[in-house]
């Protein structure tokens, strides 16, 4: 049985993903039911994401998973927030993930305790919903 709030949550993943997939099953778990959007093809704009980087440094915004900062291709301390977030809508993949609208609320990356008090639940703060178990390299798809 899903959930029948007034709580509107629409998922950014990247399709594939397995720890986007184990984050979905979680909320599936607490019957809440979702729209998915696709990270990669969304059409973002720097107003955008600013929205659910709010208060964020430049290191908790983006997927430290990305092939460009596993392989060094980008020094992230040689960006400033702004010209990473210009890059990020050049390159979807750099955005950490996944980014969630709970209502009128942004959520960059799967903030257990955020996601907790936003939908009124009580997830385990000691599990770790946002690591990647995938052993196959984070790519484009």
């Not at 984050?23 to 959007?37: C, Y």
Request: proline share 5%; with cysteine.
């Amino acid at each position: 049985m899903f959930h029948f709030t007034d709580k509107k949550i629409v998922f950014y993943e990247k399709p594939g993903c397995s720890g986007n997939a184990k984050q979905k099953r979680v909320l599936k778990s607490h019957n809440f039911a979702f729209e998915v959007k696709n990270i990669l093809s969304t059409p973002w704009t720097k107003e955008l994401l600013l929205t659910f980087f709010q208060e964020l440094p430049k290191e908790e915004i983006v997927n430290l998973s990305a092939p460009q900062f596993k392989s060094n291709q980008i020094d992230i301390s040689r960006y400033t927030k702004e010209t990473l977030i210009e890059r990020m809508i050049q390159e979807p993949i750099l955005i950490k993930r996944p980014l969630l609208e709970i209502n009128n609320h942004k959520v960059c990356g799967f903030d257990v305790e955020k996601i907790s008090t936003l939908l009124g639940i009580n997830l385990d703060t000691k599990k770790d919903f946002d690591t990647c178990t995938s052993t196959t390299p984070c790519t484009v798809v």
